[in-house]
T-cell receptor, first 112, second 110 residues
Framework: SQKIEQNSEALNIQEGKTATLTCNYT??????LQWYRQDPGRGPVFLLL?????KEKRKERLKVTFDTTLKQSLFHITASQPADSATYLC???????????FGPGTRLSVLP | SQTIHQWPATLVQPVGSPLSLECTVE??????LYWYRQAAGRGLQLLFY??????ISSEVPQNLSASRPQDRQFILSSKKLLLSDSGFYLC?????????FGDGTRLSIL
């Protein structure tokens, strides 16, 4: 069955450092991969989408890579700030059907 | 711009009572609509999705049902709630990708 893993349930880093979150998947051939941010008690907010034929995507301090051979995506936040503290979810999507499969999330805490 | 409204924000219901959660989308036409449930510390589990009025696909067998009476309205229902129905329910819409989520309903079953 399809499985998505995110490297750790929680990650603590110091302010100003680069946070790196990992998303690994098995038994799936996604057409694209998405990253969302979720704050406590709120719905997820879309951050970035990267397609299977793209290796890297950037948006301000965010960078996503996608390696379909390793079946892995890395999500980087550079110059991290306490305001970046949240749970980050990866989600896989296919060109057929309407299903998106979400990972369990990584709770990031950026310490001042 | 598009917005999504979900209500109520929190709900406490006794076991065996009925449920109706409503979700409406503004600013877009013919969106795909989704209901998810998120257990504490867990990922999102897709419950239902709809590609049009009256068209509902169910992802997991359960005590819940969904309906789409209008293009931008999606309703999650149950005739008799179980303790296991507790959780955080999220509605989302998309036109292709990505998905855009409401702020959810926290449902507690007593």
């Amino acid at each position: 069955s399809q499985k998505i893993e995110q490297n750790s349930e929680a990650l603590n880093i110091q302010e100003g450092k680069t946070a790196t979150l990992t998303c690994n998947y098995t038994n799936y051939s996604p057409a694209y991969l998405q990253w969302y941010r979720q704050d406590p008690g709120r719905g997820p907010v879309f951050l970035l989408l990267i397609r299977e034929n793209e290796k890297e995507k950037r948006k301000e301090r965010l960078k996503v890579t996608f390696d379909t051979t390793l079946k892995q995506s890395l999500f980087h936040i550079t110059a991290s700030q306490p305001a970046d503290s949240a749970t980050y979810l990866c989600a896989l999507g296919a060109n057929y059907g309407q299903n998106f499969v979400f990972g369990p999330g990584t709770r990031l805490s950026v310490l001042p | 711009s598009q917005t999504i409204h979900q209500w109520p924000a929190t709900l406490v219901q006794p076991v065996g009572s009925p449920l109706s959660l409503e979700c409406t989308v503004e600013g877009t036409s013919n969106p795909n609509l989704y209901w998810y449930r998120q257990a504490a510390g867990r990922g999102l589990q897709l419950l239902f999705y709809s590609v049009g009025i009256g068209q509902i696909s169910s992802e997991v067998p359960q005590n819940l049902s969904a309906s789409r009476p209008q293009d931008r309205q999606f309703i999650l229902s149950s005739k008799k709630l179980l303790l296991s129905d507790s959780g955080f329910y999220l509605c989302a819409w998309s036109v292709e990708e990505p998905q855009h989520f409401g702020d959810g309903t926290r449902l507690s079953i007593l």
